[in-house]
């Protein structure tokens, strides 16, 4: 059981580049999150993935875009970098969106942007 | 507007010296409390979750308890291997998408 992956763990952009953050869980679970993590700020959630075939935004959704390819996948894209988008990325599934279920998290995406 | 708010930023303690980590929320109908210890470079990795004023758990020298305003998360004869940052997150009872409001963490050092 790997439980939440993350690819790639570094990323270097320049202003404007495009890439997309790759997120698999193998948990069965129905719910997945994308977060960001900047100091000072906390964890503050960009999009999430209440079931298979459906997204909706989060706290900080401006410049990002997401897709529920599957049960078990959950991709974050940024179409057009910016330096605001530095930080660091975890994804996080739970077993469904009502809980209180605990969430899971992946090991993060170091992401710079210059 | 929910709100976490976690003390001491940072807290360094000797080994074998118990302490408390603090963390006061303002929601509006709590639906869970969360403990999460997130190590350098690391996801976050889930403690525990408290669901109503009262509520006790632990898990090996760690122990988080539960009021109407805040939580505490006790750690007894902490270890070096105890050292990470620790977050609190809430989840309100009206949330849509199963939101978490997340602190900011406290900073947990423990020396040998």
């Known amino acids: 059981n790997a439980g939440v992956t993350q690819t790639p763990k570094f990323q270097v952009l320049k202003t404007g580049q495009s890439m997309t953050l790759q997120c698999a869980q193998d948990?069965?679970?129905?719910?997945m999150y994308w977060y960001r993590q900047d100091p000072g700020m906390g964890l503050r959630l960009i999009y999430y993935?209440?079931?298979?075939?459906?997204?909706d935004k989060g706290e900080v959704p401006n410049g990002y875009n997401v897709s529920r390819l599957n049960k078990r996948e959950f991709s974050l894209r940024l179409e057009s970098a910016a330096p605001s988008q530095t930080s660091v990325y975890f994804c996080a599934s739970s077993e469904v969106l009502a809980g209180p279920y605990e969430q899971y998290f992946g090991p993060g995406t170091r992401l710079t942007v210059t | 507007e929910d709100q976490v708010t976690q003390s001491p930023e940072a807290l360094r303690l000797q080994e074998g010296e118990s302490s408390s980590l603090n963390c006061s929320y303002t929601v509006s109908g709590l639906r869970g409390l969360f403990w999460y210890r997130q190590d350098p470079g690391k996801g976050p990795e889930f403690l525990f979750t408290?669901?109503?004023a009262g509520e006790e758990k632990e898990k090996e020298r760690l122990k988080a308890t539960l009021t109407k305003k805040e939580s505490f998360l006790h750690i007894t004869a902490p270890k070096p291997e105890d050292s990470a940052t620790y977050l609190c997150?809430?989840?309100?009872?009206?949330?849509?998408?199963?939101?978490?409001?997340f602190g900011e963490g406290t900073q947990l050092t423990v020396n040998p």
């Open positions: 408290l669901y109503s």
């Open positions: 948990m069965n679970h129905n719910s």
């Open positions: 997150a809430v989840q309100a009872r009206e949330t849509s998408g199963s939101r978490l409001t």
């Open positions: 993935s209440a079931s298979e075939g459906t997204t």
